[in-house]
C-alpha cells in the first residue's frame, strides 16, 4: 500500500527540513522527485544524497514566486523526469526573508508581500502548471502544506502568514471541486509547531502538546505519501491537522 512507484513528484522548498523530509520519503516510496528550492545548492544536495542510495531525484531551482521561473523550471524538470503526478506545495513562511514576527498594526503592505507571495501566490504559480497536465491525463495529486495558523487565529505575530495560508487551503478546495471529475485531488495538510523552532520556545510548546514532543519531517512526510498515493482517491478538499492532538499552537 502506499506505493509511489511510476509516479513524478514535484516538492517545492525542498532543499531542507520539512520538503525535504517528504522528498526523501517519496523517493523511498518509488517516485521520481523532482527537489525545488530557491537556492540551488540546497536543491542538488538533497538530489545528491537520494541519488547516491540509488532513489530518483531532479532538482529544480526556481522562485515559486515568478510564474515565468516556475513555468520554465517545471518544464526543464519534466524533460528529464517526466509529467508530474504529484504536486507538494511545500514553500512557505515568508520565502527567501527572514520570517519576522509582527502584529498586524505594526505591519506595512512591504511586510505583507513575501508572506502573501509565497504562500498564496506561489501555490497559485504552482498548481497552475501542472493541473491541465493532470485533468488531460485524468489522474493527479495536489497536496499544499497549511497551518494551524490558518485555521486558528493566534496571538504570535503570525496574522498575514496565517491569512494567506488560509488563503492556499482554500484555493485547494476549489480545486478539488473543480478537478474531482478528472481524476485529480487537492488536500491540505495543517501543521503544528514543528521541531524547527528555537530550543527556548519549544520547551514551552511542548508542554501545550499532548503527544508531547514536536513534529518532524518524517511526521509531514507519512501524512503527504499517504495524500498522494492510490488509496487516498477518495479523498479530496480535505484539511488533514498533524499537529500532535493540539486543538491550536500554543
Given at each position: ?52 542510495q540509488g532513489l530518483a531525484a531532479t532538482a529544480a531551482p526556481f522562485d515559486v514566486t515568478n510564474e515565468q521561473a516556475v ?20 514553500a512557505g513562511n515568508a520565502g527567501g526573508k527572514r520570517f519576522v514576527q509582527k502584529t498586524f498594526a505594526e505591519m506595512s ?142
Amino acid at each position: 500500500m502506499f506505493s509511489l512507484e511510476g509516479k513524478t513528484a514535484l516538492v517545492t522548498g525542498a532543499g531542507f527540513g520539512m520538503g525535504a523530509g517528504v522528498a526523501r520519503t517519496f523517493a523511498r516510496q518509488g517516485a521520481h522527485v523532482i527537489v525545488n528550492d530557491l537556492e540551488s545548492a540546497r536543491a542538488e544536495e538533497v538530489v545528491a544524497a537520494l541519488v547516491e542510495q540509488g532513489l530518483a531525484a531532479t532538482a529544480a531551482p526556481f522562485d515559486v514566486t515568478n510564474e515565468q521561473a516556475v513555468q520554465d523550471g517545471i518544464a526543464t524538470a519534466c524533460g528529464a523526469a517526466g509529467p508530474i503526478d504529484i504536486l507538494v506545495n511545500n514553500a512557505g513562511n515568508a520565502g527567501g526573508k527572514r520570517f519576522v514576527q509582527k502584529t498586524f498594526a505594526e505591519m506595512s503592505p512591504d511586510d505583507w508581500a513575501p508572506f502573501l507571495a509565497v504562500n498564496l501566490t506561489g501555490v497559485m504559480h504552482c498548481t497552475r502548471a501542472v493541473l491541465q497536465g493532470m485533468c488531460d491525463r485524468g489522474n493527479g495529486r495536489i497536496i499544499t502544506i497549511s497551518s494551524e495558523a490558518a485555521r486558528i487565529a493566534l496571538p504570535i505575530g503570525v496574522s498575514v502568514y496565517g491569512a494567506a495560508k488560509a488563503g492556499a487551503a482554500q484555493l485547494m478546495r476549489y480545486v478539488a471541486v473543480e478537478a474531482a471529475q478528472h481524476g485529480v485531488t487537492a488536500n491540505n495538510i495543517s501543521l503544528g509547531n514543528m521541531n524547527t523552532i528555537g530550543e527556548e520556545f519549544a520547551s514551552e510548546v511542548v508542554k501545550g502538546i499532548p503527544t508531547g514532543r514536536l513534529g518532524t519531517p518524517e511526521d509531514v512526510a507519512a501524512a503527504a505519501v499517504f495524500l498522494a498515493s492510490d488509496e487516498a482517491a477518495w479523498i479530496t478538499g480535505a484539511t488533514l491537522a498533524v499537529n500532535g492532538g493540539s486543538p491550536a499552537i500554543q
